[in-house]
């Protein structure tokens, strides 16, 4: 009975935590955060480099796209989704282990194929490149390489919760996501449309990783695909850059620990660093259908965009997102 109550009061204490964070993220930005967004936007040159992270430079000009009806462009998404990344590694095991992909990893897969991100999981040797081909692979080729950057360390896709995927449609941001917690292949569209083939390209990604990294296949069974209608959705031309960003926010913070499960499901006392296959793949086999079947909840609408994009602006200048 003692032990009841105890639960049941650190689920109240951290309802009550949950409450006081969403409040902050939801806000709109103060007077003084609006003063200094502006001395951001109009003070100085477009090409000073305010801040520079993840091998990123980010531009005056680069923030300006967070500016009324500008359009992302991908220093600013990949930045800010590595802001995230980072948070989750600082403050696990608050949030479920994340990796992310940079806006070129898609692009990547959806024309070349798996052959051509093959590398982004391992060690490998780079060059420097102009501004907009970041660090780009050495790649022995006959067509000319699309500039992405492969990541610098070893990763192991299998020891994290989840691999978050920005989908940079040309004139469209969407947001894909391999959530080995809840065994789905989602894609969060701001114009609720469906994308069946990068579902596809996920699933094949998957076991192409499986076997070139681990020599085994994974077993795929029991997975499904995830595209809810029912997210927030946008009403103009321009915020879906702003729409991705906040839906890997989310989904980079939800986790199967938020179920209010008692059945002890799964582990989540990592750093994102995993603890080889045998952990990971049992790991992912625990979960339930019934935390399959959870749908994704966003707590914001097209009303906080024009207050997200000024508190993103010092987010990123800052290097601290949302809590």
Known sequence: MLQQLERKKKRQQKQESQQREAAERLRPPSKEEQERVKKIWYTGRENDVLVTQFNIKMLRGDLGRLNGSEWLNDEVANFYLELLRERAVKHAPKYPRCHVFNSHFYALLDEWGYSRVRTWTRKVRT?????????APQVLTVEPPPPP???????DIFAFDKIVIPVH??????????NFQRKRFEYYDSMGGRNPRCLSLLRE???SESN???????DLSGWCDYSPSDIPQQRNGHDCGVFMCKFAEAVMRESIEDDDSSDGDT????????????DARARIQQVSARHQ???????FS?????GFRQRMVLEIVDCTPVP
């Open 267 to 278: 582990d989540s006392d990592g750093d994102g660093d995993g603890d080889g296959e045998t």
């Open 212 to 218: 070139d990294k681990k020599k085994v296949p994974f």
């Open 149 to 155: 950057p492969p990541p610098p360390q070893q990763i």
């Open 169 to 178: 449609l040309g004139n469209h941001w969407c947001l894909s996501v391999i």
């Open 302 to 306: 097209q009303a906080h965009m024009p």
């Open 205 to 207: 990604y998957v076991k």
């Open 127 to 135: 060059k420097k490149h102009r501004r907009g081909d970041t660090d």
């Open 293 to 299: 079947r959870k749908p994704m909840h966003f707590e």
